[in-house]
């Protein structure tokens, strides 16, 4: 098993976070194997910002994807770009509050408002949270368990439940878009 | 960081790591992507431990202050990218001709000049070995993995104290950058060794007599402010430690520097070999790029093609003997995937000579060569 | 009683290389003097030179001595000093090594204020190559590289050190030797970066293209412009123009950086954070 996972907006809606906190939850507290890669550009915050996470159960060779399983995309940009790059029955998860178009592709569309929820759990900033909680959620990648213990290792002191939290929300809405599409 | 079992690090981390796990005790380092990391968690670690961190006002400082500390008796490392390497060389020629233990980390990106600051790219191998000016030999070890930038860190401290050498442990940006699941060595597995001190008579002591100490033509280092009261120039000297206008004395000091490490080419040697016994393709490659190599060659073999990946760790000395058995196995092909224009390429054809093909493959796009790429020229060679 | 010098230098490593008449043997000596009457510990002193005349000094002086590449000395000598803070660590320079090829290392040491004593045998003159112009030859003076008479406006050393933030800043002559031997020793009991900027004579590159033929000629053009620093202060900007001060120009305190250093190791390591 090799999967890829692309998680892709813009500088400083914290991907990178998101994308590392997903390796650490397989590497660290599973028996799978995980490697985390990013693009980096000369800017810091703002500019397309992209976080690649790499899951198996063997070795991981070559260390870059190239058809993500699941893609998370976060900005319009990031959805113009990436979006045609995911594999045939892969997952696309569109965050509704900032991305309007998504290109026509043969893969499963998840649509949600991401950055809104978290604006209602109390701040926009852990819209990265909500993000992994749905991509957990609908790929089952690895345990939720395992993923709230890498958030308590890597978040800011005193974040930890608003973090939680925000994973959780992810992972609702993953089980009741599921259960939507189930009910179609 | 935290205790035993898996944990997810990032290449500039665990070289880092490393680094304080063998005794790592200053490092003087100046801001260059993409090595920035290092500089930065040894700023934060090295307190913790009794180390010391210094940002110096530029490259060359660095280089000149990690040699300084050395010589006080400090483990000492510095790390770098392409520009930073290139103003070192000065002072890596100093810890070459002065026998001074230290570690140089660079991690490389696209060049020539600026270039591309955060691609990854090879394009340093030739200059790691040759990039400081006149006769000597070089230490070049090479990770392509995050376990790796930890244990090649260990061993080139080992051999950097062992052999009184600058060693340069040569990484690139994807291994620099990569995060990766690994389950470093407890302390007790860890094999870390230290730099001989002069035993006998201070007003005896000879810093540069290679009769003096317990390894072969490696003379023991005493540390300045312990009343040896010795010198140390960059100047050609004599085993006193003194400027020699001798023309037999200098060449015997210089012949030395280099016999010390050039006859220790088997032992320094560090190759994996996947696949060996019944091939007829074999790939050279080192770095990250052998990740790549690796999945083409595991993929060849499972379409039945009979190849095999020579994964270089020790880049210089040139793993001769290596080649030499390869040559010896009438192989169809040796492919040389770089991501650099051909520079390892030639001392492997220098050794493979005319016994077949030797098939560079190479790229300075500042991206990966991928498995593909490697495998059809694989596929091609047979 | 007479100084016994030889318990202070390598007389095996004589003759030296400089050349008759040369200054470099007088801040030598200053030096030496200096160490002498201080009292100080003599395995507990490392001596730091870079590349040229001035930087052979080490050679002939018995303590751990480094003698490394242009203008880095400094830069070596941080590093000495950060491994063990106990040390005395003195830097020999010239003006070519500390101001041109090594003027970042000194201006950011100075900065720092890492405890170094630097001395900088200043005869306004690359020596060792043969007479090129430094950047403290003095406009319209002669030099190999300056047929025509020096065109760049030179640096005031002690000014520099004293506008990076340096806490000490002292000058002397050759022809001062005693006074030279006082600021010395007042730059080595100083706990902080400090600066000598010790005037010496190159008869052999700068004197004889500059109608001072002598040594004793540029020593007594040491004598007839250099002005005590007490005295420059009070004196009007027109009298100052072809003079100099000389004595203690700087010296305040601050914490010295090699302290400040193993005093965040003790705190980090008492909150124990690992």
Known sequence: MRKEFRLAGEGGQGLITAAIILAEACAEHTDLNAVQTQSYGPESRGGASRADVIIADEDIDYPEIKRPEALLVMAQEASDLYVPGVADGGTVIVDTTYVKSVPAVNARIIRYPISEKARELGREIVANMVALGLLVGVTKVVPEDAVVAAIVDRVPRGTEDLNKKAFYAGIEAAKELQSREEGD | MKDAGPKLLQGNEACVEGAIAAGLKFFAGYPITPSTEIAELCALRLPKVGGKFLQMEDEIASMAAVCGASLAGLKSMTATSGPGFSLKQENIGFAVEAEIPCVIVNVQRVGPSTGMPTSPAQGDVLQARWGTHGDHEMVVLCPSSVLEAYTLTVEAFNISETLRTPVILLMDEVVGHLREKVVLPSPQELVVKDRELPAGAKEAYKPYAADQGRIKGVPPLARFGDGYKFHVTGLTHGEDGFPTNSPKVGEKQIVRIWEKIHSRRKELSRVEMLYPEDAEVFVYAYGSTARSAKRAVKEARAQGIRACLIRAMTLWPFIEDVLSDVKKKHPKAVIVPEMNLGQMVRPVKRVIGDACPVIPLNKVAGQLIEPEEILAAIKEAV | ?274
């Open chain 3, 1 to 274: 009683m007479a100084l016994s010098f030889e318990k202070y230098l390598r007389t095996q490593k004589m003759p030296h290389i400089w050349c008759p008449g040369c200054g470099h043997g007088i801040v030598t000596q200053a030096i030496i003097r200096a160490i002498d009457e201080l009292g100080l510990n003599t395995e507990k002193i490392a001596i730091v030179s870079g590349i040229g005349c001035s930087s052979r000094a080490p050679g002939y002086l018995n303590f751990d001595t480094l003698h490394t590449t242009h203008g880095r000395a400094i830069a070596f000598a941080t590093g000495i000093k950060m491994a063990r803070p106990e040390l005395k660590v003195i830097v020999i320079t010239g003006d070519g090594d500390a101001a041109a090829i090594g003027g970042n290392h000194l201006i950011h040491a100075a900065r720092r204020n890492i405890g170094l004593t630097v001395v900088c045998f200043d005869n306004n003159i690359y020596g060792m190559t043969s007479g090129q112009y430094s950047p403290l030859t003095p406009v319209g003076s002669f030099a190999s590289t300056a047929p025509y008479g020096m065109l760049e406006r030179p640096f005031d050393l002690c000014e520099l050190v004293v506008g990076a933030g340096g806490t000490f800043a002292a000058r002397s002559t050759t022809y001062h030797a005693r006074h030279l031997v006082n600021v010395i020793k007042e730059a080595l009991t100083h706990n902080g970066f400090s600066f000598v900027d010790a005037l010496s004579q190159c008869p052999t590159y700068y004197g004889r293209r500059n109608k001072l033929r002598t040594p004793l000629d540029m020593m007594n053009w040491f004598r007839d412009h250099a002005v005590p620093v007490s005295t420059w202060e009070k004196m009007p900007p027109e009298e100052r123009e072809g003079k100099f001060p000389i004595g203690v120009i700087k010296k305040v305190d601050a914490p010295e950086f090699s302290e400040v250093y193993s005093g965040l190791i003790e705190k980090v390591r008492e909150r124990g954070d690992e």
